[in-house]
């Protein structure tokens, strides 16, 4: 036996086709096309082209994009500010600021002016309080890449049991969320949890994201089980997974690439949700 490998590559360029035909139906009926707006706030290299990509993804669907820059020694008061003037910016529909921020800013304090209307990261306390609650909210884009490609690839979710590596903001413990919401059964592991393997075996979908190249192997696999890798650590000009490939391959059902696999789908699905945020707010616009 030997798992199917999941083509994220694939499913984010069918999922992006698909947007640019939303937007343009949007834009022929005369509708103003979406509107993202990214903030990046110091000179991390790998966010710079992160947001690069993530510009030139989005412009190629149809959007507008407007990134804002500001100097790593940008106060938290200028950053909100910044924030604050994107929240009223009538030519943006969603919205985010690149993480990690520079020390001195507390991302809370961001998440938190972050208009929920416009939070294309799902990073507001009130969007993040309606997923728990198991209502619509927008979430990360990352975890709605994994489980877009679980959907995608009819990797049965309702029932079955989850596990999650990791309870990052990021990842984690929105994914937790949303499968939970899908019918998952879910346990969240992080560093202190015993057994960690064993608990891996009991998974049907198996998820993890701790940055730790090759910690997950067959020995934390269920035979036929979905394991899906978040991990994207740079090595040698690329990046590597949490999986040691080799071993897992021929214990899986499923596996993600990386390169290849959940990477590519992050920007599908923040285009995807700034496509859902854009028509909720055209839908609440009363036209007299
Ligand atoms: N940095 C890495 N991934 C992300 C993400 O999904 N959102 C934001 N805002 N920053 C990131």
């Known amino acids: 036996m030997s798992a199917i490998i999941i083509d994220g590559k694939a499913v984010a360029a069918r999922l992006r086709e698909g947007i640019a035909r939303d937007v343009a139906a949007m834009t022929a009926q005369g509708s103003r ?12 290299a790998a966010s710079a082209i992160y947001v690069r990509n993530k510009g030139r993804a989005a412009e190629k669907v149809g959007f507008r994009f407007q990134l804002q820059t500001c100097e790593a020694d940008t106060s938290t008061a200028d950053l909100l500010r910044l924030v604050a003037g994107l929240n009223t910016d009538e030519a943006v529909d969603g919205l985010l600021v690149q993480l990690p921020l520079p020390s001195h800013v507390d991302p809370d304090v961001i998440a938190d002016a972050i ?5 294309a990261d799902g990073f ?4 993040f309080g309606r997923l728990a609650e198991g209502r619509a909210a927008p979430a990360g884009a990352t975890p709605l890449g994994c489980m877009e490609l679980l959907r995608s690839y ?11 590596v990791g309870r990052s903001l990021l ?14 059964t879910v346990t969240m592991c992080h560093s202190r949890t015993r057994d960690l393997p064993g608990v891996c075996r009991e998974a049907d979908i198996l998820v993890t994201a701790t940055g730790r190249p090759g910690a997950i192997d067959a020995g934390y696999v269920k035979p ?5 890798d978040v991990g ?9 997974g949490d999986v040691d490939r080799e071993s897992v391959e021929p214990v899986a059902g499923w596996l993600t690439p990386v390169p290849g696999g959940v990477g590519p789908m992050t920007i599908a699905m923040l285009l995807r949700n700034t496509l859902s945020l854009a028509t909720a707010r055209r839908r609440s616009t009363v036209v007299v």
Do not use: H, M
Request: hydrophobic fraction near 45%; charged fraction near 15%.
């Open 124 to 127: 507001n306390p009130a969007n």
């Open 171 to 184: 990842v984690g413990r929105p994914l937790a969320l949303l499968l939970t919401n899908a019918d998952a």
């Open 115 to 119: 208009a929920p209307d416009k939070d």
């Open 224 to 228: 036929g089980a979905c394991v899906i």
């Open 232 to 240: 994207t650590t740079p090595r040698d000009g690329t990046v590597v």
């Open 33 to 44: 096309a979406p509107g993202l707006a990214v903030v990046l706030c110091g000179d991390n």
């Open 154 to 164: 009819d990797v049965p979710i309702s029932g079955s049991r989850a596990v999650v």
